[in-house]
């Protein structure tokens, strides 16, 4: 059964100017549910292409990946990722997310951003903290409203180090990002033909398995094109997805040229679904800084059907 479309709202104070929807209030569904029908109101999202679902009804947490193994096929809502949003605990946030695989994800907490920001009116430019899954530390995010949705730049959680990883088919290099609950493997080539996807795709499954992480990246970096082919596996729901976009790999990029240079990185980084912008600031030997800058425009909302 197709979602139902819920009903959109707009601030009073914005006559005149279209502007992005707002999360409406609970409404009750047209259609008579059967039971054992799950009632799932969404945002759809898309940042740079990575389409993302915000759950913005409150579910219990055991429950998070069966609802978002449903709404991530093809023949249901259709997106690369889900996450949850909830009551912040920080008197210092504005908003909240956890991520269904319970990884951090750099896009998803810009798409969070942007829809706080349509919610509450606010064009910006703003500054919002935000508290996300993965991320131990609030994060700060600079929101604009741009006339297709809205201009956000994280700054993202530094890694805790760079290790040299051996891969063939790089002989420029190759490095593995570590983070707390992740890893990005960041490959450079020329290119990427599908015999190097493939093997990316077999590297990805290993580290899942072996790493205990809540999400792996293989990150193919083409230097001279500067381009970005972006792979991430979240082990929890058994996904592996060539992305339009990856904030998180985007800023493991960056944090991997600055460490290569021994200096400060600002990179444009082409990828498919759109151009990603990072600043690696670099000092006494280490990462000090990453900031990320992707577009994020609100594509849909209502509210899916889950059938047990």
Not at 76 to 101: D, K, N, T, W
Not at 126 to 137: I, K, N, P, Y
Not at 177 to 189: F, M, N, Q
Request: proline fraction near 7%.
């Amino acid at each position: 059964m197709m979602s139902q479309p819920a009903r959109l709202r707009r601030p009073a104070h914005t006559a005149g100017r279209r502007r992005a929807p707002a999360v409406p209030a609970r409404s009750t569904p047209r259609h008579s549910m059967s039971r054992g029908t799950t009632e799932v109101d969404f945002v759809k999202l898309s940042p740079t292409c990575n389409t993302t679902l915000l759950v913005t009804s409150r579910h219990p947490a055991r429950h998070y990946r069966a609802i978002a193994e449903k709404l991530l096929r093809a023949e249901h809502v259709h997106a690369e990722q889900v996450g949850f949003i909830l009551p912040v605990e920080s008197p210092e946030a504005q908003a909240r997310l956890h991520m269904a695989g319970d990884e951090f994800c750099a896009n998803a907490t810009m798409a969070l951003a942007a829809l706080h920001a349509a919610t509450h009116g606010l064009d910006g430019p703003v500054e919002l903290r935000l508290e996300a899954s993965g991320a131990a530390d609030l994060l700060d995010c600079r929101v604009e409203r741009r006339d297709s949705g809205y201009s956000c730049q994280l700054a993202s959680p530094l890694p805790i180090r760079i290790d040299p990883y051996p891969f063939p088919g790089a002989p420029s290099g190759a490095a593995m990002v570590r983070y707390a609950d992740a890893v990005h493997l960041v490959i450079e080539c020329s290119g990427h033909n599908s015999v190097l996807r493939e093997h990316a795709e077999q590297v990805a499954t290993q580290l899942g398995i072996s790493e205990g992480v809540s999400v792996v990246g293989v990150m193919l970096y083409d230097p001279v094109r500067g381009e970005l082919a972006p792979l991430v596996n979240v082990p929890a729901l058994g996904s592996l997805v060539w992305e339009g976009s990856c904030g998180s790999g985007t800023a493991s990029l960056g944090a991997y040229l600055a460490a290569k240079a021994q200096a400060p990185v600002r990179a444009a980084v082409r990828q498919p679904g759109g151009t990603m912008h990072v600043h690696a600031d670099y000092g006494s030997g280490k990462v000090t800084g990453l900031r990320v800058t992707g577009q994020v425009a609100i594509v849909a909302e209502g509210t899916a059907y889950i059938h047990d």
